[in-house]
T-cell receptor
Framework: DQQVKQNSPSLSVQEGRISILNCDYT??????FLWYKKYPAEGPTFLIS?????DKNEDGRFTVFLNKSAKHLSLHIVPSQPGDSAVYFC???????FGAGTRLTVKP | NAGVTQTPKFRILKIGQSMTLQCTQD?????MYWYRQDPGMGLKLIYY???????DKGEVPNGYNVSRSTTEDFPLRLELAAPSQTSVYFC????????????FGSGTRLTVV
């Protein structure tokens, strides 16, 4: 059973606007959550993480929010740029499985 | 550059053929993993290893075998290729206690016809 789920397979936003990618999990004991970014023909690369003891982590244009009571995390990209167009995966550090991914398209 | 190296990058196999996908890392990572990504789908864990001599099945191990004779190498073997194994295969590694996740290779695109 999938413990980390991304229910939106795709998202399209206009350049300069906010992109919000969502992820739900089932195991409240997870320690760390991570987001990866994947371009076509490349392996995924680490983007940003958040500890379960925090509710927000920011790195430049990327912010991850964690809502433990809802078992939900989200990745915010502000402002979105065409170069952000990629597939984004969420994962839990304690688990070797990834969400199904969300394909983000940022239109110029 | 240090990292995870996968070979080959592309391969076309006929049904029933066998092949080995190579994966090598030079970061002295203990943990290594094989994932596959089908078109439009997420990453599925095939096999993983927590150290030399130790391997274990992931979510989708059928049709595959692995070995881990050294820390550096984690080859994935397909014995009787089937069209359902057409996919992109990613190898990844991680150090014990590493908080920031995996280092991935650039992938092997396999087509079985």
């Amino acid at each position: 059973d999938q413990q980390v789920k991304q229910n939106s397979p795709s998202l399209s936003v206009q350049e300069g606007r906010i992109s919000i990618l969502n992820c739900d999990y089932t195991n409240s004991m997870f320690d760390y959550f991570l987001w990866y970014k994947k371009y076509p023909a490349e392996g995924p690369t680490f983007l940003i993480s958040i500890s379960s003891i925090k509710d927000k982590n920011e790195d430049g244009r990327f912010t991850v929010f964690l809502n433990k009571s809802a078992k939900h995390l989200s990745l915010h990209i502000v402002p979105s740029q065409p170069g952000d167009s990629a597939v984004y995966f969420c994962a839990a550090s304690d688990d070797m499985r990834f969400g199904a991914g969300t394909r983000l398209t940022v239109k110029p | 550059n240090a990292g995870v190296t996968q070979t080959p990058k592309f391969r076309i196999l006929k049904i029933g053929q066998s092949m080995t996908l190579q994966c090598t890392q030079d970061m002295n990572h203990n943990y290594m993993y094989w994932y596959r990504q089908d078109p439009g789908m997420g990453l599925k864990l095939i096999y993983y290893s927590v150290g030399a001599g130790i391997t274990d099945k992931g979510e989708v191990p059928n049709g595959y075998n692995v070995s881990r004779s050294t820390t550096e190498d984690f080859p994935l073997r397909l014995e009787l290729a089937a069209p359902s194994q057409t996919s992109v295969y990613f190898c990844a590694s991680k150090s014990i206690g590493q908080l920031y996740g995996y280092t991935f290779g650039s992938g092997t695109r396999l087509t079985v016809v």
